[in-house]
């Protein structure tokens, strides 16, 4: 049974350390979104804006 855990417990670990890291993707994200929300811009101009930032190299 104790056998059983330590691998249990490793796969655990695993996961949620790979759960809690940010890709670039989502940083991106949250900048856009953050510049879109500080320019105040909404409907069409937000859509275009996240647009055209989303595409944008880092």
């Known amino acids: 049974m104790k056998m059983l855990r330590v ?11 790979h759960s809690f890291a940010d890709t670039a993707q989502q940083n991106k994200m949250t900048t856009c ?11 069409d101009e937000r859509k275009a ?3 055209n930032c989303l595409k944008a190299t880092p």
């Open 7 to 17: 691998p249990l417990l490793l796969m655990g670990l695993l996961l949620c350390s």
């Open 33 to 43: 979104n953050a510049d879109a929300s500080a320019k105040a811009l909404k409907g």
């Open 49 to 51: 804006f996240m647009s």
